[in-house]
């Protein structure tokens, strides 16, 4: 989707929806896990795309701008202290994570290792998270994660690089 | 153990993480509480109270404007005296207001007053009185 210069309101829907399952993890990445937040943050980020609050100008693919918009609405969001302070309540609070998955032994266990990689990821800084996130998550490359970012290639690679060792040293961390 | 394997268990970590995220996804149409009819209505309710708050400004000014022009400049009484003198003070200047033909231009002729012959007689004599001397 490149290159294109403006979407009309429909076909922004229509992106929208088919992007949502990626822009939910993108959200609840930067919401450190915290679902009630993320979907917070995703649904101011739709509703400034749908009322032209955010306009796309065909600088980049639809997803990079869009996720680029996700990223301000949760800045902008952490800015208030009241709400950072609540999100850290929320984080607290018991019973805030999704539920595992009732049933086979594998569901749950699956569960305890997503559960692991959550809280290993949490204590990631903040840059080399969303790194990680939109190179292995999203499957982009490490240049168009700079640029969601509003960082340089450089300064990306480094923080995959970082990132990506300490979540190894976490992860085995965890397991033992 | 290569790089690549290194980067295998982080991927394999993700790609968890978004099965399980992908699995508790809310639906996409959950994600628009707000109807865009009532994001209108919350619109013109916001227009409505800025109409409302400046019709208060608006009111309070020219309240305040009111109440300031109806209120006595001066805390201080004016005195009228009724004193003879001031009554008879006429300006030092007032007889440069005295010129000629005042009694004529200060009032109104009635109609049917101006006898015109006779104001040409005056007017002939008037003139023969000034060319006389100097004739002489």
Redesign the interface.
Known sequence: MTGIEALPAGTLAAE??RL??DT??WA?ALCEGD?AEA?DV??SA??RVL?GGARFEGRSSVKTWLFGVVRRVRSERRRSVALRLLARLRWLAPGRE?DP?PGPVENAL??E??AR??K?LARLSGRQRDT??LV??QEMTIEEAAGILGITAGSARTHYERG?AR??AL?AEEAS | MTGDERDESVRRAFQELREEDQRTLPPFDRRFPVPPVETAARAANHRSRWLVAAVVLVAAGVGLIALRSSAPRSATPIVVSSSAALVAWASPTERLLQTTGRDLTGQLPRVGAFDLEKLGATVARTNDDVVAPLKR
């Open positions: 929208l929806e949502h399952g939910f993890g609840l679902r979907e995703l649904q739709y509703l009322s999704a998955a699956r569960a290792r997503v990689t959550r290993a990680l996130h292995f998550y990506k979540l190894r992860l």
